[in-house]
């Protein structure tokens, strides 16, 4: 069974410090991580995503996450904040369908991400 | 890239009635789609898999019964919440699975709010 855990369901950082968002998985398959961003009544815009290959994943808005397998980690960062990240974040696993069809996603519960002018 | 429109954006019905939302891939042939269902300020839950030409795969703990789902092409997919209760008023969201390497495009979701 696939799950993720984000540790903090808020997350408040100043305008220019860093932004660290955590996500733990578990996974019975090799995992593929997802994270994606939610503005208010929005749907799910991709940041990034690890499959294969390259561990430090670079991906839109100067968003990087590492996958981290001995720590089961995928922790998302971004050197620098904007007024603009203010946003849910989630972090996502991939599932692995029962019926043979394509994979869905399982989710973790969200970050606010909130930022500080 | 892939493009999703789900209609409407926002809903609002009475209780009991039937409310149809629709998931469009514009411009990519999707055998599969899937149905998402976010309450307030909690994450988004799997409820079932769209499957173009045969029967819908639901989570446990879904109603097949009152959330009718139809792919009637490669590219709609439509959601039916049936006899809906204020307890369905939740925001939908729609994903398509879009080419190689695992990548999801989301629809803009549907706000349902049932009076």
Not at chain 1, 20 to 31: E, I
Not at chain 1, 33 to 42: D, G, I, M, S, T
Request: net charge positive; proline share 4%; hydrophobic share 35%.
């Amino acid at each position: 069974a696939q799950s993720v855990t984000q540790l903090g369901s808020h997350v408040s950082v100043s305008e220019g410090a860093l932004v660290l968002l955590r996500c733990n998985y578990s996974s019975s398959v090799p995992p593929y991580l997802f994270w994606y961003v939610q503005y208010p009544n929005q749907g799910l815009q991709l940041l990034l995503k690890y499959t294969t290959g390259a561990t430090l994943v670079k991906g839109i808005n100067g968003f990087e996450a590492e996958f981290k397998k001995s720590e089961t980690s995928f922790h998302l960062t971004k050197p620098s904040a904007h007024m603009s990240d203010a946003a849910e974040y989630f972090c996502a696993v991939r599932n692995p369908s029962s019926g043979g069809g394509a994979d869905g996603l399982t989710f973790g519960k969200g970050t606010h991400l909130i930022i500080q002018p | 890239g892939a493009v999703v429109s789900q209609h409407p954006s926002r809903v609002i019905c009475k209780s009991g009635t039937s409310v149809k939302i629709e998931c469009r891939s514009l411009d990519f042939q999707a055998t599969t789609m899937f149905w998402y269902r976010q309450f307030p300020k909690q994450s988004l839950m799997l409820m079932a898999t769209s499957n173009e030409g045969s029967k819908a795969t639901y989570e446990q703990g879904v109603e097949k019964d009152k959330f009718l789902i139809n792919h009637a092409s490669l590219t709609l997919s439509t959601l039916t919440v049936t006899s809906a209760h204020p307890e369905d008023s939740s925001f939908y969201i729609c994903s398509v699975p879009t080419g190689a390497n695992y990548g999801y495009t989301f629809g803009s979701g549907t706000r349902l709010t049932v009076v």
